[in-house]
Each structure stands twice: as structure tokens, then as C-alpha cells.
């Protein structure tokens, strides 16, 4: 093999590896992408509900959830708010029906995940309504504990 021949050939063999880094490069990112997206699909109301028994075990480890505190707490008064007095005053006593927002008149869907499979589905959405009307009714933020009680709950409604 002359010098010159060589030398070319190192070179195709390093422009091959590299080439093929940059394969593999994109396949990892492929991958993340993928799982990222199986996480997201991973959203679901019994998901939801064994990541806020965890975060309550935590605190308790004698917690279950348990559908008939969460049932309790849908329509408990809870005596901080007069327009909004409890869940149940925008979802009405029904979860498994549609809602009506009792300062706006709105129509609020469903939100028992049996009957609206939209819910519960996206923690990111579920939390941050959460956040906000636990703030509305109680005057402060629902506990994991609650949480894991209401959502119990509100599998059953059908
Ligand atoms: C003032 C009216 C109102 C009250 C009171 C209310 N909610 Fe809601 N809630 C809404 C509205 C509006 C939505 C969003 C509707 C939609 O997505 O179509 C919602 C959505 C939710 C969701 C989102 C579920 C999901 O994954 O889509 C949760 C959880 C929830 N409420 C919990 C509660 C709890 C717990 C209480 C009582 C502490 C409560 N709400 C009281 C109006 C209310």
C-alpha cells in the first residue's frame, strides 16, 4: 500500500466512525424521545393514585386510600369559601355527570375517569387544578393523602 493510499484510507475509515457516532447519537435521542412519551402515557388515574399513596406513606405508613373518605370529602363543607363551598358545589353531587361552575354558570365535563376519559390523564393538568381549587375550597393545598382518597373515589363513579 503506497503512503498516499493509506492515508486515504484512515481517512474514509474515520469519516465511517464517525458517521456512525452520529447514528447511534440519533438512535439514543430516538430512544429518549420514545420513553419520554411511554412516561407521558403512563398518566393514567391508577398511576396518579400510587404516586400519591407513596407520597403519603411517607409521611403514614399505615395509608391506604380509601373511596369512602374521598367520597366524604367531595361534598364536605368546608366553611372557607361561601362561593365555593365544596368540590361538589362545581361538580355536583354526581362526579360521573357533568359539572357546573358555581360562580361562572359554565359547563364543567365529567370528572370521573369512567366517564371522561380525558381525566386523570395528564398529572400535570390534574395537578394543577387541584391546586387550584383545593386553594378555592379548603384555603390551602390538598394533601397527597386526600388526593389518593378523592381520585379512589372517583374511579368508582360510573
Ligand atoms: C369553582 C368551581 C370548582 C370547584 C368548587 C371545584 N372545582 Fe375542580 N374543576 C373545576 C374546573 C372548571 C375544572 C376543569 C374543567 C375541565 O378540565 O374541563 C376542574 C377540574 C378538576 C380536576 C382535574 C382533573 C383532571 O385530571 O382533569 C380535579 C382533580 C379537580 N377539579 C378537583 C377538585 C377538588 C378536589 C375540589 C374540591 C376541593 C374541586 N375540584 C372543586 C372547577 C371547580
Not at 403512563?42 to 411517607?58: E, L, R
Not at 399505615?62 to 365555593?84: I, L, V
Not at 361562572?104 to 370521573?112: E, F, M, N, Q, T
Request: glycine share 6%; proline share 6%.
Amino acid at each position: 500500500m503506497s503512503t498516499v493510499s493509506a492515508a486515504a484510507h484512515h481517512i474514509h475509515r474515520r469519516t465511517l466512525s464517525s458517521a456512525l457516532r452520529f447514528w447511534s447519537l440519533g438512535l439514543a435521542l430516538v430512544a429518549q424521545v420514545v420513553t419520554s412519551s411511554a412516561v407521558f402515557a403512563a398518566d393514567t388515574p391508577a398511576a396518579q393514585i400510587s404516586a400519591w399513596t407513596s407520597a403519603a406513606k411517607a409521611g403514614d405508613p399505615a395509608y391506604a386510600p380509601s373511596a369512602e373518605r374521598g367520597k366524604t370529602f367531595f361534598s364536605k363543607q368546608f366553611g372557607h369559601s361561601t362561593d365555593m363551598p365544596s368540590c361538589a358545589a362545581c361538580h355536583t353531587s354526581n362526579p360521573a355527570g357533568s359539572g357546573k361552575h358555581a360562580v361562572s354558570g359554565k359547563v364543567i365535563a365529567p370528572l370521573s375517569p369512567v366517564a371522561n376519559p380525558e381525566r386523570f390523564a395528564d398529572a400535570a393538568k390534574t395537578e394543577k387544578w387541584f391546586k387550584r381549587n383545593c386553594n378555592d375550597v379548603l384555603g390551602r393545598a390538598c394533601t397527597p393523602a386526600e388526593k389518593a382518597d378523592f381520585a379512589s373515589f372517583l374511579v368508582t363513579q360510573r
